[in-house]
């Protein structure tokens, strides 16, 4: 294939490479937790796919952004892929903290503010998916759905946030001070790898949507020639 | 889009009405968010109550479905294992109210932590409760050394079901 896809392919070795490592790493070195046990290990999955989530979202924000002021297709398709990747981050969030919820909480789910503004979050941007496949004009559809983009990016303080603004189920957010030696460098390192595999996505993502418009633009090119030569 | 060109007047007309609604949608989103961040959930629609809320209520109380948060307290737990009946109190400092549940609790469950139940206050000033959820905090600790978690939960209800 092209080279380009061949580095690709090659990240993306390395990115599983990396993810496996560190879960690995995240797993054997954290002892039982003194209340939860084992189930805190859910934590180095649970907690960096929401941040990379949020991150991915934030991409989406100033890309959508930058596309309103500089009208670049290339910072709309850059919008369109970070979203796909947020949006299944946060699918991710949400079905693995049901999973953690179960045995700890009680619960699969359960309408507190911090839950239900994720679930929101993640309404807003299958929203804006689904937007994006009902226009077919580029620039309108850029322009839509950079608009949704923003907005819905403005959920994003609010489900950090829910946590301390309101009275919720999940806990308020975890640092240092309350989380001891052996948990804080898993969680840190498989953060930083979510981020890295946030990264991977979105750019494989952004590349085979700018063929897609290559691929659309030389279909529209043949189809103008067969028109005029029959003319 | 492609009828842009060949009728500008019209297309011009439609680029405004379409801005309008933009503007519209964009404000309604905005007065949404505002909405929740200012007004609603703040104050109106708290996702639970704690027992002096409760109390507060008077007559209004009783008999009404509320969620009731709030620390359980320690030694106030009863559970027999046969009927898989618990009572408990809990408490939030200042007032306290007694709990009756059924079922086994969550593994987190035990003395000084903190507990959500959905139900209702019983004319008879305890609490029903057809759900159980244990709140975890924000903290993570290593345990002590030979201390084995799952001891914790187990101990907790084979002593109190004796």
């Known amino acids: 294939m092209t080279p380009s896809n061949d580095a690709g392919r090659l990240a993306g070795g390395v990115v599983v490479a990396l993810f496996v490592a560190a879960q690995l790493f995240g797993v054997a070195t954290s002892p039982a937790e003194a209340g939860m046990g084992h189930l805190q290990k859910i934590m180095y999955v649970h907690v960096p796919a929401a941040w990379a989530a949020f991150l991915a979202f934030g991409i989406v924000f100033i890309m959508s952004i930058l596309y309103l002021v500089r009208r670049r297709e290339s910072h709309d ?113 498989n953060a930083v790898v979510f981020i890295i595999v946030m990264a991977y996505l979105i750019r494989r993502l952004y590349q085979a949507s700018i063929l897609q418009r290559k691929v659309e633009a030389l279909e529209e090119e043949r189809a103008l020639a067969t028109e005029g030569s029959h003319v | 889009m492609s009828n842009e060109p060949q009728e500008p007047e019209n297309g011009g007309e439609k680029r405004t009405r379409r801005r309008g609604l933009t503007f519209l949608g964009v404000g309604a989103v905005l007065i949404g968010f505002g909405y929740l ?40 737990v009863q559970w027999d294992a046969d009927a898989l009946d618990l009572r408990f109190k809990v408490g939030d400092g200042t007032t306290e109210m007694e709990v009756h549940s059924k079922g086994a609790p ?31 905090s924000n903290e993570y600790r290593a345990p002590e050394e030979g201390q084995r978690p799952q001891d914790l939960y187990q101990d907790l209800l084979n002593t109190e079901g004796e």
């Open chain 2, 37 to 76: 961040l200012l007004g609603g959930i703040g104050d109106n629609l708290v996702y639970y109550l704690t027992p002096s809320e409760l109390e507060a209520r008077g007559d209004a109380a009783y008999e009404t479905s509320v969620r009731l948060g709030g620390v359980v307290i320690p030694e106030s």
């Open chain 1, 77 to 189: 398709l850059l919008a369109a892929s970070a979203a796909q990747v947020g949006v299944v981050l946060t699918g991710l969030t949400l079905a693995l903290g049901s999973i953690w919820g179960r045995p700890t909480w009680g619960v699969w789910w359960t309408w507190d503010p911090r839950l239900t503004s994720t679930a929101v979050l993640f309404v807003i941007f299958v929203g804006y998916l689904a937007l994006r496949s009902f226009v077919d004009e580029p620039q309108q559809r850029a322009r839509w759905s950079a608009a949704v983009g923003i907005l819905g990016f403005l959920n994003v303080p609010i489900v950090y946030m829910s946590v301390r603004w309101w009275r919720t189920l999940h806990q308020p957010s975890s640092s240092p001070a309350t989380v001891d030696d052996p948990y804080v460098w898993g969680l840190r390192i």
């Open chain 2, 106 to 136: 969550p593994q987190m469950f035990r003395d000084g932590i903190e507990v959500l139940v959905e139900g209702r206050l019983a004319s008879s000033g305890v609490f029903q409760s057809t759900n159980l959820m244990v709140k975890h």
